[in-house]
């Protein structure tokens, strides 16, 4: 296996130099008037960053596959698992290491100065200050934070904990390179983000497979690892050719350039190792189970050489000039702020038919219907029925979600915030109440299978553990669930959070997301079906719909009188010419959320008053039912025995006040 990883290293190193050279990130040329941070600064930084991510993978690698591939034994970890946890320690700390030096090199990158010629207070200055070194920095400190969760126990919750923050660590650097420059960078920096999470999974988790190819479960382990990887390849290819659309711009670039010559290398990169893992379904894995696991591990061997070359590709497209420059040579404000030209006077064709996609949201559409509907086929496959009326509503749910975040209206949320107001209540209202009309967890509790090894813990077993677990309790409290809600309704838009969340991408992205989710914990508590919800008497749930009504209300009436204008910065930089004043566009917002909010109240209501009369209908049939079984049996029922209870007690009342 060390020979596979030095393999592995040796093929990324020689592609990430030759790459360099090919592409044109390194350059000895000294233009007059031009500031040059000297050679070592070029040759190390692309270095540096080809070693942070390759420790990032294998740290991802080692994590994912003690936490989630491998069986268990009991609530901790097993003895392999255990032992991965323990090897992942050093990398986590070397990655942190390699980002923080990453600062100083990305400094003097930056600024055109060598290394030693650096001054300390630039480089504290860029790593607290500039959005790269804010990243690398943060970078850095999740990293220190998955080495020391990998000492921290042996529980297997905590090692999923720490599995999931060794995949975040990866991503800050991509809300800062090429494609956040580039002028769609909603689509850009979501395809990037799906890119690295998919890569550092499949590249990671083959290096973590191959750590415990003597484990006597080893067949089992790799079957459930090339489902895993299978999802990878398909999201790795997508998401890689979207973001190399955005970069080269069009499709001349791909074989006019430099730069889409690293792109279609990396291409036929990945399609061989889509073939490795083809081979490895159709011949390997049953040589697994048949007790051959070496042409499993030569084949696997193979591929991870060929993901290495691949990942030097990567990073040196990462430092390659691109056909689009991140730059524009007379650059628009707006654009570089917006990732698009500011739109002209909203219409039904603009609102409706001039997309802004965002590949995080698509991805989160398209997998949240094709798994669903996966689902459903299942059941119906094992003759269970599933009502139609759930399936529609959850379709109907993840298609409002992309029509609302993806269409023009999307845009117009941007620089009006009247039409923000009306995204934000489609989210938190429409679309939750959609999805939780879908049953989703029902859905899958019936749909999941449980595997074969009951130390293994599947898809179904970690939802089981997360609806029984303290934090869903909690959670699902009415009274938490409607403070949830309130508070980041009044939080956002009078804290004022609202200016800094859109002036990010991922601040945008991470808004519209609690919109979601908030509006799901809420509406899920008060109308849902699923196992995990609190039982808890629909009359006390009237209460606390009645309660989020009157927020909701008062919310509006305030932004109805509110003489100052919300996230004034943001809208004053981006308002359109043709547009009301920004005080003018806030009052009507104000009262589209006073308007919008009363259809689904209203229909939620109807709901909870239907369900407090069927409440109320069972428990009169349960005291029927009571009451015929004690009538045939010649006893007192359950009411006769309580209303001789309160006669006895009036009696007894009146006997002590005679005397």
Request: aromatic share 8%; net charge positive.
């Amino acid at each position: 296996m060390r020979k596979t990883l030095v393999g592995a290293g040796a093929a990324a190193a020689v592609t990430l130099i030759a790459a360099l050279r090919f592409g044109g990130a390194v350059d000895d040329t000294v233009l007059p008037g031009i500031p040059s941070p000297g050679a070592l600064t070029e040759w190390t930084l692309p270095s540096l960053t080809m070693l942070a991510t390759v420790l990032g993978v294998l740290t991802v690698g080692l994590t994912v596959t003690a936490a989630f591939l491998l069986p268990g034994d009991g609530r901790s970890v097993a003895p392999h698992g255990w032992v991965l946890l323990r090897r992942s320690t050093w990398p986590a700390l070397l990655w942190a290491a390699t980002s923080l030096a990453l600062v100083v090199f990305t400094v003097s990158d930056v600024l055109g100065v060598p290394v030693d010629r650096l001054g300390r207070a630039s480089v504290l200055s860029f790593g607290f200050s500039v959005s790269q070194g804010q990243a690398l920095m943060l970078q850095a400190a999740l990293a220190l934070a998955v080495a020391i969760g990998s000492r921290a126990g042996l529980s297997r919750g905590a090692a999923a904990v720490t599995a999931g923050l060794a995949v975040i660590a990866g991503l800050p650097p991509a809300f800062t390179g090429h494609s956040s420059g580039a002028g769609n960078h909603q689509i850009a920096v979501s395809s990037l983000t799906l890119h690295i999470v998919a890569a550092s999974l499949w590249v990671g988790g083959l290096a973590g497979l191959l750590l415990v190819r003597r484990h006597r479960r080893f067949a089992e382990t790799a079957a459930r690892y090339s489902r895993l990887a299978l999802g990878c390849f398909v999201a790795t290819a997508i998401s890689g050719l979207v973001n190399a659309a955005v970069r080269l711009g069009d499709l001349p670039a791909l074989w006019t350039s430099r730069y889409g010559a690293l792109v279609l290398l990396k291409a036929v990169a990945l399609l061989a190792v889509g073939a490795i893992g083809a081979a490895h379904r159709a011949r390997t894995l049953p040589a697994l189970r048949d007790g051959r696991p070496w042409a499993f591990v030569r084949l696997a061997a193979g591929e991870l050489v060929v993901l290495g070359a691949a990942v030097g590709l990567a990073v040196a497209l990462t430092r390659s000039p691109t056909p689009v420059p991140e730059t524009a040579v007379e650059p628009d404000p707006l654009v570089e702020l917006l990732g698009f030209d500011q739109p002209g006077p909203p219409t039904a064709a603009r609102l409706l038919g001039d997309p802004l996609p965002d590949m995080f949201l698509l991805t989160v559409v398209a997998a949240g219907i094709f798994v669903y509907l996966a689902g459903v086929r299942r059941m119906r496959r094992a003759g269970h029925p599933w009502p139609a009326s759930r399936t529609a509503s959850w379709v109907g749910g993840q298609l409002l979600l992309g029509a609302i975040t993806g269409l023009g209206v999307a845009k117009y949320a941007y620089v009006l915030f009247s039409v923000h107001m009306v995204q934000h209540m489609v989210l938190s209202m429409v679309v939750p109440i959609l999805l939780v009309g879908g049953a989703p967890v029902t859905l899958a509790l019936r749909a999941l299978r449980r595997p074969a090894d009951p130390q293994v813990r599947g898809a179904r077993e970690w939802l089981l553990l997360a609806l029984h677990s303290r934090t869903a309790r909690v959670l699902s409290h009415p009274l938490v669930a409607l403070a949830i809600y309130v508070t980041s309704l009044y939080g956002l838009y009078l804290g004022g959070l609202l200016g800094t969340l859109m002036r990010y991408h991922l601040g945008h992205l991470a808004m519209l997301t609690h919109f979601v989710l908030a509006g799901y914990l809420l509406f899920w508590v008060l109308i849902g079906t699923d196992p995990g919800r609190r039982r808890i008497h629909p009359a006390m749930l009237v209460v606390v719909h009645f309660l989020a009504m009157v927020a909701h209300a008062f919310f509006g009436f305030v932004l109805l009188q509110s003489t100052t204008v919300i996230a004034a910065d943001w809208y004053t930089a981006v308002h359109p010419p043709w547009a009301s004043s920004l005080l003018d566009d806030q009052h009507l917002g104000a009262s589209l959320a006073w308007a919008f909010g009363e259809l689904p109240a209203a229909a939620i209501l109807l709901l909870l008053v239907r369900q407090w009369i069927r409440t109320d209908e069972r428990e009169q049939a349960r005291l029927d039912r009571a009451a015929d079984r004690a009538a045939a049996a010649g006893e007192d029922d359950e009411l006769a025995r309580y209303n001789a209870f309160l006669a006895d007690a009036a009696a007894d009342a009146r006997d002590a006040h005679k005397s």
